[in-house]
């Protein structure tokens, strides 16, 4: 049963469209990966926003900063370093495009 399983395996992905089709997928996947990593944005906390690699940083260095049991100080603490510096009409301006460490926050 083995061999045959290997048999059909082989036979599938000898042909031409599997081996094309396997590489367009991989391609796409790398091409998605890069994308979604240098869309990555985040505020430094002075109102600059950064992109690619300086934003991760940014967020690796903010879940430092917040890591651990979560307690209420420590939520009293987030909203207190994140609050809406400005106002408009209800939507913090400086805020508004927030990546997912700081929204959580």
Known sequence: MKKLIQFELRKIFSKRLTQTALFLLAFLSVLLAFSSYQNTYAFDGNGHEETGKTAVSIDKALAAKYEGVLTNEKVQQMMTDFAPKT???????????????????
């Open 87 to 105: 106002n408009l009409h209800g939507l913090n301006a400086a805020y508004l495009y927030q990546n997912a460490v700081q929204s959580a926050a």
